[in-house]
């Protein structure tokens, strides 16, 4: 990038960064907690969204909005698989969401007693990692064919997640993914960083992962 | 993104496709071909790579760029298996090359007659379907685990790419995925693109693609 990009980029995520921290606070006050999940492509972001939110919908008020660039299949396969109020939020070709459009996405939400907002962002390892969208909490979902070698390749997504998930894992048979070698790689770039192995086929780990993001709800 | 990123945006993109079109121009000129292959993380671009080198190198000469925020593993990998040059490029956070930073990185390359150039770009299906590389042949890759809905989502990638290689079809008995219906996606964003269907771990549809591309080179 020449500098002009550059300098114009760091604008606008220092706007953004400001646009996220007021969004954060303002959520926190009317007692929103509000998840913004990140992965690549494929790497079953809306199945494992539909059997959390499946076990967490008795105790809380949900409201999720599901960002890609074109489509709407993840909202509607949400709102049939779960009943909860799902909306599709279009990025017009970008990457990633911002928090302005993270807080104008909330403006359509109708839910009564709303407390919990969860984020589907844009399928991608880079740029949404750059956006802060607000949130009180990052969960980026690496699966097992992707490969185990991803936290070296794109270290601010997993710098920027509190919680990593690998998923898919009832397909370790299919695939050379090696989980210790994978968490070490992730504990490279956020050592505070919690991992969770799931399987949202085969119920997996499911459990655990509710609990954690349950207690970061409290 | 507000009208100023968007005005930003458009002037980058136009020079960046100036320069991509100069150095289209160049490459031809030198005889030498230029293929950009782009797909999510963890598709199996440098899997795939590695087959096709080594069916081609016998008859072209051969020069690798592997993409990357971070890491060099991809290139180390593709010298390794393969035995051609291959130099990794650093983004510097970007998640996309420019067609400037291709003709940087081709003056690295020290390969006697090149005449077959290689890029293997980020890892993501949002920005490097934007960034036009001054590519002869853009070439995507989408993996089964990923899921037959992905034309739905990402339409630019598909549009931009003039072939679409579904890859680890190995895998097709462990996920739900339909090729006919992804193909039917995939031309309802790009009626003229080849679609191949390919394991690169079993050794499937390898020659195919081979042919397909020299094809084109010829």
Redesign the interface.
């Known amino acids: 990038?020449d500098i002009?990009?550059v300098t114009?980029k760091e604008n606008?995520l220092i706007e953004n960064n400001q646009k996220a921290e007021e969004l954060r606070k303002n959520l926190q006050e009317k007692g929103i907690f509000f998840i913004n999940v990140m992965a690549?492509?494929?790497a079953g972001k809306t199945t494992l969204l539909v059997e959390l939110i499946n076990r967490l919908k008795t105790k809380y008020n949900i409201g999720v909005m599901e960002a890609?660039?074109?489509?709407d299949?993840?909202a509607e396969r949400i709102s049939k698989l779960t009943g909860v109020k799902s909306i599709q939020v279009h990025t017009?070709?970008?990457?990633h969401l911002?928090a302005q459009m993270v807080e104008d996405a909330i403006n359509e939400f109708n839910v009564k007693d709303l407390n919990l907002l969860i984020l589907e962002n844009?399928?991608?390892?880079?740029?949404p990692a750059?956006f802060d969208t607000g949130s009180h909490l990052n969960m980026m979902l690496l699966?097992v064919?992707?490969?185990y070698?991803?936290p070296?390749?794109?270290?601010?997504m997993f710098q920027v997640s509190q919680i990593a998930v690998i998923t898919?894992i009832d397909?370790l048979p299919?695939?050379k993914f090696d989980i210790e070698l994978c968490k070490q790689y992730i504990h490279r770039r956020n050592k505070d960083a919690e991992i969770y192995v799931v399987s949202a086929l085969k119920q997996q780990g499911i459990g655990e992962l509710v609990k954690a993001i349950e207690k970061r709800m409290a």
């Open positions: 990038m002009r990009t114009v606008i690549s492509p494929g890609d660039i074109d489509g299949v993840d017009s070709g970008a990457c911002t844009v399928g991608n390892l880079v740029c750059e699966s064919p992707e490969g070698d991803k070296l390749k794109y270290p601010l898919k397909t299919v695939f």
